[in-house]
Protein backbone atom coordinates (compact mmCIF):
# COMPACT_ATOMS: atom_id res chain seq x y z
CA UNK A 1 0.00 0.00 0.00
CA UNK A 2 1.30 3.50 -0.92
CA UNK A 3 1.57 6.02 1.74
CA UNK A 4 -0.80 7.94 -0.35
CA UNK A 5 -3.75 5.46 -0.05
CA UNK A 6 -3.06 5.49 3.48
CA UNK A 7 -3.56 9.01 3.54
CA UNK A 8 -6.36 8.74 1.78
CA UNK A 9 -8.14 6.23 3.62
CA UNK A 10 -7.31 8.04 6.75
CA UNK A 11 -8.45 11.34 5.64
CA UNK A 12 -11.89 9.41 4.31
CA UNK A 13 -12.37 7.80 7.92
CA UNK A 14 -12.11 10.84 10.04
CA UNK A 15 -14.19 12.95 7.70
CA UNK A 16 -17.32 10.55 8.28
CA UNK A 17 -19.73 12.20 10.13
CA UNK A 18 -21.84 10.47 12.72
CA UNK A 19 -24.22 8.36 12.06
CA UNK A 20 -27.66 9.80 13.30
CA UNK A 21 -29.47 8.44 16.15
CA UNK A 22 -32.88 6.83 15.57
CA UNK A 23 -35.77 8.92 15.81
CA UNK A 24 -38.10 8.11 18.42
CA UNK A 25 -41.23 9.08 17.88
CA UNK A 26 -41.82 12.48 20.25
CA UNK A 27 -38.39 13.16 20.79
CA UNK A 28 -36.82 16.78 20.73
CA UNK A 29 -34.54 15.14 18.23
CA UNK A 30 -37.73 14.31 15.76
CA UNK A 31 -36.98 16.17 12.63
CA UNK A 32 -40.29 19.05 12.44
CA UNK A 33 -43.38 16.66 10.50
CA UNK A 34 -46.23 17.32 9.40
CA UNK A 35 -48.97 15.70 7.71
CA UNK A 36 -49.62 17.93 4.87
CA UNK A 37 -53.56 18.17 3.83
CA UNK A 38 -54.23 18.80 0.18
CA UNK A 39 -55.74 22.94 0.15
CA UNK A 40 -59.17 21.57 -0.60
CA UNK A 41 -58.77 19.76 2.94
CA UNK A 42 -57.78 22.36 5.06
CA UNK A 43 -61.07 24.35 6.60
CA UNK A 44 -60.71 27.79 7.68
CA UNK A 45 -64.06 29.56 8.22
CA UNK A 46 -64.87 32.92 6.53
CA UNK A 47 -64.70 35.70 9.11
CA UNK A 48 -66.61 39.53 9.09
CA UNK A 49 -64.83 41.42 12.04
CA UNK A 50 -66.95 44.63 12.72
CA UNK A 51 -65.90 46.79 15.83
CA UNK A 52 -66.76 50.36 16.94
CA UNK A 53 -64.52 51.75 19.82
CA UNK A 54 -63.69 54.56 21.09
CA UNK A 55 -60.34 53.36 21.03
CA UNK A 56 -57.16 54.11 18.57
CA UNK A 57 -56.92 52.00 15.84
CA UNK A 58 -54.18 49.92 14.85
CA UNK A 59 -53.75 48.76 11.37
CA UNK A 60 -51.27 45.86 12.35
CA UNK A 61 -54.06 43.89 14.50
CA UNK A 62 -56.99 44.77 11.65
CA UNK A 63 -54.50 43.28 9.11
CA UNK A 64 -53.97 40.47 11.11
CA UNK A 65 -57.59 39.67 11.87
CA UNK A 66 -57.78 38.82 8.08
CA UNK A 67 -54.26 37.20 7.68
CA UNK A 68 -54.72 33.10 5.94
CA UNK A 69 -52.61 30.82 4.94
CA UNK A 70 -54.99 29.96 2.14
CA UNK A 71 -54.60 33.85 0.97
CA UNK A 72 -51.71 35.96 -0.90
CA UNK A 73 -53.64 38.95 -0.55
CA UNK A 74 -54.30 41.27 2.36
CA UNK A 75 -55.58 44.65 0.85
CA UNK A 76 -56.23 48.18 3.89
CA UNK A 77 -58.04 50.84 3.85
CA UNK A 78 -57.21 53.31 5.87
CA UNK A 79 -58.85 56.67 6.54
CA UNK A 80 -57.13 59.55 8.61
CA UNK A 81 -57.97 62.60 9.97
CA UNK A 82 -56.39 65.08 7.57
CA UNK A 83 -55.55 68.70 9.23
CA UNK A 84 -56.84 71.07 6.94
CA UNK A 85 -60.96 71.26 5.05
CA UNK A 86 -61.47 73.93 2.91
CA UNK A 87 -58.80 76.30 3.89
CA UNK A 88 -59.77 75.83 7.44
CA UNK A 89 -56.85 74.26 9.76
CA UNK A 90 -58.70 71.26 11.73
CA UNK A 91 -57.33 69.99 15.29
CA UNK A 92 -59.58 66.80 15.40
CA UNK A 93 -62.58 64.80 14.36
CA UNK A 94 -65.56 63.52 16.23
CA UNK A 95 -67.58 60.83 15.09
CA UNK A 96 -70.96 59.57 16.16
CA UNK A 97 -72.80 56.62 14.62
CA UNK A 98 -76.39 54.58 15.28
CA UNK A 99 -74.49 51.39 16.12
CA UNK A 100 -77.39 49.18 15.81
CA UNK A 101 -78.00 50.21 12.29
CA UNK A 102 -74.31 51.03 11.31
CA UNK A 103 -73.21 47.44 12.35
CA UNK A 104 -76.60 45.80 10.44
CA UNK A 105 -75.59 47.64 7.86
CA UNK A 106 -71.94 46.72 7.32
CA UNK A 107 -73.07 43.35 7.63
CA UNK A 108 -74.56 43.80 4.57
CA UNK A 109 -71.62 45.29 2.75
CA UNK A 110 -69.74 42.56 3.70
CA UNK A 111 -72.48 40.21 2.57
CA UNK A 112 -72.48 42.09 -0.75
CA UNK A 113 -68.54 41.98 -1.02
CA UNK A 114 -68.84 37.91 -0.48
CA UNK A 115 -71.57 37.83 -3.36
CA UNK A 116 -69.53 39.46 -5.28
CA UNK A 117 -65.53 38.80 -4.87
CA UNK A 118 -63.91 35.44 -3.73
CA UNK A 119 -62.57 36.78 -0.23
CA UNK A 120 -62.04 35.05 2.91
CA UNK A 121 -62.09 37.05 5.91
CA UNK A 122 -63.46 40.85 6.24
CA UNK A 123 -62.22 43.51 9.10
CA UNK A 124 -64.34 46.91 9.50
CA UNK A 125 -63.20 48.83 12.06
CA UNK A 126 -64.01 52.42 13.03
CA UNK A 127 -63.64 54.78 15.63
CA UNK A 128 -65.67 57.03 17.29
CA UNK A 129 -65.34 59.60 19.54
CA UNK A 130 -62.28 62.15 18.98
CA UNK A 131 -60.04 61.21 16.46
CA UNK A 132 -56.75 63.24 16.40
CA UNK A 133 -55.10 64.67 13.18
CA UNK A 134 -53.04 61.61 11.62
CA UNK A 135 -54.85 58.77 13.68
CA UNK A 136 -57.00 56.54 11.98
CA UNK A 137 -60.93 57.18 11.64
CA UNK A 138 -61.48 54.01 9.50
CA UNK A 139 -60.01 50.65 8.53
CA UNK A 140 -60.94 48.23 6.00
CA UNK A 141 -58.70 44.43 5.36
CA UNK A 142 -59.60 41.74 3.20
CA UNK A 143 -57.90 39.06 2.74
CA UNK A 144 -58.31 36.60 -0.50
CA UNK A 145 -56.01 34.45 -2.94
CA UNK A 146 -55.17 36.99 -5.49
CA UNK A 147 -54.93 40.67 -5.04
CA UNK A 148 -57.72 41.60 -7.80
CA UNK A 149 -60.51 40.54 -5.05
CA UNK A 150 -59.49 42.20 -2.04
CA UNK A 151 -58.70 45.56 -3.76
CA UNK A 152 -61.84 45.82 -5.37
CA UNK A 153 -63.69 44.87 -2.19
CA UNK A 154 -61.76 46.89 0.03
CA UNK A 155 -62.47 49.88 -2.02
CA UNK A 156 -66.56 48.97 -2.82
CA UNK A 157 -66.35 48.92 1.37
CA UNK A 158 -64.87 52.02 1.54
CA UNK A 159 -67.54 53.34 -0.67
CA UNK A 160 -70.28 51.84 0.40
CA UNK A 161 -69.62 52.92 4.04
CA UNK A 162 -69.45 56.31 3.29
CA UNK A 163 -72.66 55.49 1.53
CA UNK A 164 -75.56 53.87 3.69
CA UNK A 165 -73.77 53.48 6.84
CA UNK A 166 -75.26 56.18 9.93
CA UNK A 167 -71.71 57.63 10.78
CA UNK A 168 -71.10 61.36 11.57
CA UNK A 169 -68.26 63.38 11.78
CA UNK A 170 -67.76 66.75 13.85
CA UNK A 171 -64.74 68.79 11.92
CA UNK A 172 -63.25 70.48 15.06
CA UNK A 173 -61.30 73.95 13.48
CA UNK A 174 -58.40 75.48 15.24
CA UNK A 175 -60.27 78.60 15.27
CA UNK A 176 -62.54 77.21 18.10
CA UNK A 177 -64.93 76.79 15.72
CA UNK A 178 -66.83 73.04 14.27
CA UNK A 179 -68.99 71.95 11.24
CA UNK A 180 -70.96 68.44 11.75
CA UNK A 181 -70.24 67.37 8.03
CA UNK A 182 -72.47 64.66 5.96
CA UNK A 183 -71.17 61.89 3.08
CA UNK A 184 -72.14 63.55 -0.20
CA UNK A 185 -72.06 59.67 -0.99
CA UNK A 186 -75.09 59.01 1.55
CA UNK A 187 -78.08 57.85 -0.24
CA UNK A 188 -80.84 59.75 1.97
CA UNK A 189 -78.70 63.11 1.60
CA UNK A 190 -80.53 65.58 -1.06
CA UNK A 191 -78.96 68.78 -3.34
CA UNK A 192 -79.55 72.22 -1.69
Known amino acids: MSSLEISSSTFSQEMK???SPPLVEGSALEPFRCVRKDLNEIEEKPKDIIKFTAEKLSVDEV????ISPLCGAVSLFVGTTRNNFE???VISLEYEAYLPMAENEIRKICSDI????PVKHIAVFHRLG??????ASV????????RASSLQAVSYAIDTLKAKVPIWKKEMYEESSSSWKRNKECFWVTDD
Open 130 to 135: LVPVSE
Open 139 to 146: IIAVSSVH
Open 87 to 89: GKK
Open 114 to 117: RQKW
Open 63 to 66: SQLV
Open 17 to 19: LPS
